[in-house]
């Protein structure tokens, strides 16, 4: 079983709707948790942390379940420019070993 | 303020050879990270350095070395390369061990 699991999509969202997608992680001692962006053929770019009480940023929205060991990433009012893939990550220990999912593939259409 | 930068952004070598990527950290972060991105994949921990250690490995061959200055840049070696080592090399800096990282634009490596 992967350390960290991702639907690879691709998501299909129409420009202005809502999209949303979960990761599975199967260390229940991790620490820290992040969703990065990835363009194409570009380097991984932080997007946001994710809080045990969940956090917002503008559009985007993250919640933590330590419980089910999941996190989601919501989209609202999608632009053409979030079509990317989003890579679920998180961390094993505190000495900040990252551990990516394969990234879900996200692409918005006018 | 300059994020994390990486050299060179290419590279092609064939089977057997030795390479060096560099990687200088983002100001004000004392801790790298490696990871290699294969095509499709999420990039995978390789090893992180900090205060001049390696400090943690992924499930990687000793091939793969590295090294950390006293300015916090960073190397990663690659001895007898083989074609399945074609990917991103990707290198993080943090603040902290536990902190988000933060990338560089990877070096392409293509091994013929």
């Known amino acids: 079983r992967k350390e960290v699991e991702q639907d690879p999509g691709p998501f299909n969202v129409p420009e202005g709707a809502t999209v949303a997608f979960n990761c599975t992680y199967s260390?229940?001692?991790?620490?820290?948790f992040f969703w990065y962006r990835q363009d194409c053929r570009k380097e991984p770019k932080l997007l946001m942390s994710v809080y045990s009480s969940g956090n917002e940023d503008g559009r985007f929205t993250a919640q933590l379940n330590r419980a089910s060991q999941y996190i989601s990433l919501l989209i609202r009012d999608s632009k053409l420019s979030d079509s990317a893939t989003y890579l679920c990550?998180?961390?094993?220990?505190?000495?900040?070993?990252?551990?990516f999912g394969a990234g879900t593939q996200v692409v918005v259409t006018p | 303020d300059a994020g994390v930068t990486q050299s060179p952004t290419h590279l092609i070598k064939t089977r057997g050879q030795q390479v060096t990527l560099r990687c200088s950290p983002k100001s004000g972060h004392d801790t790298v990270s490696w990871y290699q991105q294969a095509l499709g994949q999420g990039p995978q921990f390789i090893f992180q350095?900090?205060?001049?250690?390696?400090?943690q490995r992924g499930n990687f061959p000793d091939r793969f070395s590295g090294h950390q200055f006293p300015n916090y840049s960073s190397e990663l070696n690659v001895n007898a390369l083989l074609l399945g080592d074609s990917a991103l090399y990707l290198c993080?800096?943090?603040?902290?061990?536990?902190?988000?990282?933060?990338f560089g634009p990877g070096t392409r490596l293509l091994v013929l």
């Open positions: 993080a800096s943090s603040v902290d061990r536990g902190q988000a990282q933060y």
């Open positions: 260390n229940s001692a991790s620490q820290s």
């Open positions: 990550v998180v961390t094993g220990d505190s000495w900040g070993k990252l551990q």
């Open positions: 350095y900090y205060e001049e250690e390696e400090r």
